[in-house]
């Protein structure tokens, strides 16, 4: 018997222990992009990245290793999981560059947008998982919350933060497109080779960034960078990736992102409560709709 795949399960119930797992996951990363603002106040983007994916990638090869699953990409393999690679090394640099010019707490909310543009990429490349009424009001409400954290750069509030807000909301986007691309890749290539690759390639292009653009002012140290680049590699690039594309092999991304709708919330509680950020009105009214517009678009029921 087949095994079940993505497609076969797209209208299945979603089991509560799932729900609560990735409600768990979503509070994890809702804090990625705080520990990565506090990395960078000793490491330059490059080098974090660079350290970053190397504990993941440590940690993801030695779990598969251990359980006797190949990590080694057939040939005919090579050309796409390649292509995966570079949209993934280009959606971290836009991150981490982003998140150096701009609050953890307003980059928490950009980057977190990603499960709109998941949605919508999906409408076209996702057999049964397409755009509805529901969904674009789900949008509307979305893309109003990105105006008020934007407004931030022009009445005031956040001043100075554009270039940075723009550069993490590009990082949505390849975000998103990069788990349909993952969601795609999974359904016929082992999942931890195709996690393994794109670090594999990753790793030294971050580094030889580093070393061209960043030099050795970009490694610093401190005790909270050490533990920021531990939480992202341990726990992002390592336990949470792992875990985010296991459940994306059986479950269409759209069904599994609503549940990630708290996630920008959370990355600006913990912004205020870990580094002191300030909560504007903008972004404040910005995040909420935000969260609205992916719980909206991403509960949408199939039928128009």
Known sequence: MPSKTLYQTSESFIPPRVICFVLFLAVLWGGNVVSLKIGLEALSPFASAGFRFSIGLILIASWALANGISIKPQRHEYLPLGLSAILFVTQIVALNWGT??????????????????????AHFVVPGDHMTRRKGLGLAFAFGGICFVFRDNFIGGEQGHLTGDLLTLIGGFLLGLLIVVTNRLIQRINT???????????????????????????YGFSYPALFAILYQGAGIAGFCFVAWTLLLKDYLPSRLSVFFFTTPLWGILL????????????????AALVALGIYTINRSPSVK
């Open 100 to 121: 150096n010019l701009t609050r953890a707490g307003r980059a928490a909310v950009m980057t977190n947008t990603y499960p709109l543009f998941v949605a919508l990429i």
């Open 192 to 218: 931890y080779c195709v996690l393994t690759s794109q670090m594999v390639i990753g790793v030294p292009i971050f580094f030889t960034l580093s070393a061209i653009f960043e030099g050795k002012a970009g």
């Open 271 to 286: 912004s205020n409560l870990l580094i002191g950020e300030p909560i504007t009105v903008g972004l404040t009214i910005g």
